[in-house]
């Protein structure tokens, strides 16, 4: 899917009350807090390709990175790197900012915990694929050195009330880099929880002294939940 300038279909606006905006909002977002707990006892892949294009589309650099998010023994988070090639790379240079932004804001959650460090406007129902959502337009209130958020719109779906969609970019201080604006795709997998399952950026970046056109394509695979081997 290559990344759409603007959402694809029109946003229809819908008589819901201010009180009746809070509610949807206050229920989406203990769905995300629930989500974000679960996902926390899953394992899964990341595979992500960042490529360099040129203005007419041809390639000219590559960064590949492949890794399984798993869990050791005693049940401590970590990265299995299993694909790293040395990158091709030739204009872009991949910072912590980067970094972060492909664990933790391109598969934006918007929980209950986190939900007032953000500006959430309500601008109506709108098919996301084939799913009827509620769309809202996220802005940070603010930025606090050393931290990434998330600035777009997310859509909702009316019958769950999680996040199914995201298309925006990721914001914080972070003098002279510049960020793609990218669309997250999520997927249920478990019958209960929307998860990230792909991320798409087809963007021009403008720094002071260049421009530079990237296409990005994240992938999140093998959703398991984890089991430890019980000891006895």
């Not at 360099?52 to 960064?63: C, K």
């Not at 084939?130 to 997310?154: D, H, M, Q, T, W």
């Amino acid at each position: 899917a290559v990344l759409a300038a603007a959402p694809a279909s029109k946003v229809e606006g819908q008589d819901l009350t201010e009180p009746e905006v809070q509610e949807i909002l206050r229920q989406f977002a203990e769905k995300e807090s629930e989500f974000a707990r679960a996902r926390e006892a899953y394992i899964y892949t990341q595979k992500v390709s960042i490529q360099e294009l040129t203005p007419s589309g041809a390639r000219e650099g590559r960064w590949e990175w492949q890794a399984d998010i798993t869990f050791t023994s005693d049940r401590k988070r970590y990265e299995r790197v299993t694909w790293a090639p040395p990158s091709s790379l030739r204009n872009l240079t991949l910072t912590p900012e980067d970094m972060e932004d492909l664990r933790n804001v391109q598969p934006f959650v918007l929980t209950s915990e986190d939900v007032n460090e953000y500006h959430v406007r309500y601008l109506g129902k709108q098919m996301a694929d084939e799913i009827p959502s509620y769309v809202f337009a996220v802005k940070p209130k603010n930025i606090e050195k050393g931290k990434r958020y998330f600035a777009g719109l997310i859509w909702v779906d009316d019958r769950d009330l999680q996040i199914v969609k995201t298309y925006g970019r990721a914001t914080g201080i972070a003098k002279g880099q510049q960020f793609p604006k990218f669309e997250t795709y999520r997927s249920q997998i478990d019958g209960k929880y929307w998860f990230p399952v792909y991320t798409a950026a087809d963007d021009t970046l403008y720094f002071e002294n260049s421009t530079q056109r990237l296409k990005m394509v994240v992938k999140y695979d093998n959703y398991k939940r984890f089991e430890a081997d019980s000891q006895i």
